[in-house]
């Protein structure tokens, strides 16, 4: 089981180790995946590549394979747990974050109880990907949508009904020389436009 430094924070289930003695692995974490930032991006892809980032980067980890996994993936890549010096398990502390959901390729690693266990732990607390915007949907990229606008406020009505000896409707009469310019003249109260105020001897006829 060697030892190393972490030198390269690929994305946040991928890193290259540089190895005590020389040379660097790629690393492909066992027993978990991460939304992938690269591509079609996920939501949560770049923040679990963060959280591996402020995890890992420069960090003295001891690799270890696993019995029940093979050593290298298709891609060629060393698939190994990322052990650190006081045996807290990297891929423990991303699914406990929120930043990785436990990972099957044919059989479960046997650390996936223990996976499975800091997952729980996430989805309890809604962290990382398992709270906004993400709310455990990882297929694509989470839009956040906009607040709707407020509608706006109606524009006041006039009240057209302007006082109490007024005759209503709609027509309305500033003095009498508007209601004779108007051809309206004279106004009986209780027509549209007749006003006590224009009918100065109250005979209930105004701009006689």
């Excluded at 060393?78 to 390729?105: I, K, Q, T």
């Excluded at 398992?130 to 606008?149: I, K, N, Q």
Aim: aromatic residues 8%; proline residues 8%.
């Amino acid at each position: 089981m060697p030892n190393g430094t972490v030198v390269d924070v690929i994305d946040g289930d991928t890193v290259d180790v540089a190895v005590d003695g020389g040379g660097t692995k790629r690393v492909r974490v066992l027993g978990i995946d991460t939304p992938e930032m690269f591509g079609a991006e996920q939501c949560w892809g770049r923040e679990a590549s963060d959280f591996a980032e402020r995890t890992l980067a420069g960090q003295r980890v001891r690799l270890d394979s696993d019995p029940t996994q093979d050593d290298r993936d298709a891609y060629d890549r060393a698939l190994r747990y990322l052990v650190f010096p006081d045996a807290r398990n990297y891929s423990v502390l991303a699914a406990e974050a929120g930043a990785a959901r436990p990972y099957v390729y044919e059989t479960p690693v046997l650390l996936h109880p223990e996976i499975v266990a800091g997952q729980q732990r996430a989805q309890a607390a809604d962290a990382g990907l398992w709270g906004t915007p993400c709310y455990g949907v990882t297929d694509e990229l989470a839009v956040v949508e906009p607040a709707p606008a407020p509608a706006p406020e109606p524009a006041p009505v006039p009240d057209t009904a302007y006082d109490a000896g007024s005759g209503g409707g709609v027509a309305y009469y500033e003095n009498c020389s508007a209601a004779r310019a108007a051809g309206a003249d004279p106004l009986y109260a209780g027509e549209a436009g007749y006003s006590s105020k224009l009918d100065r001897d109250g005979d209930g006829v105004a701009c006689e």
